[in-house]
Nanobody, 126 residues
Framework: QLRLVESGGDLVQPGGSLRLSCVASGFTLDDYVIGWFRQAPGKEREGVACISVRGLNTYYTDSVKGRFTGSRDNAKNTVYLQMNSLKLEDTAVYYC???????????????????WGQGTQVTVSS
């Protein structure tokens, strides 16, 4: 079975940090551009961070630049999203997604990945 599984979501205070992980099973991530997306209640899903196949290129939406860092370890078939200086407005369900033959900007802006994870809840609250 081909799937992505996220973990690491939690309740955290404003200013805190979290690291999300996304592990692929049933396929290898080597050829896939990986994206982190989020969807808050009542809002559209948005691309937050996208990482190229070898991790050399990244794309971040403006609201997370300087605070979030996407990375990947292809040997572990795992992608990460380090989130620092978290704000109330970062509260959302976070999803990872994978797509081949695309760019980081295309994946984050247009989406339409081949695979989606099930999501992990991040809640920022005092």
């Amino acid at each position: 079975q081909l799937r992505l599984v996220e973990s690491g979501g939690d309740l955290v205070q404003p200013g805190g940090s979290l690291r999300l992980s996304c592990v692929a099973s049933g396929f290898t991530l080597d050829d896939y551009v990986i994206g982190w997306f989020r969807q808050a209640p009542g809002k559209e899903r948005e691309g937050v961070a996208c990482i190229s196949v070898r991790g050399l290129n990244t794309y971040y939406t403006d609201s997370v630049k300087g605070r979030f860092t996407g990375s990947r370890d292809n040997a572990k078939n795992t992608v990460y999203l380090q989130m620092n200086s978290l704000k109330l407005e970062d509260t959302a369900v976070y999803y990872c997604a994978a797509k081949r033959f695309t760019t980081v900007q295309s994946l984050c802006v247009i989406a339409q990945p081949e695979y989606w994870g099930q999501g992990t809840q991040v809640t920022v609250s005092s």
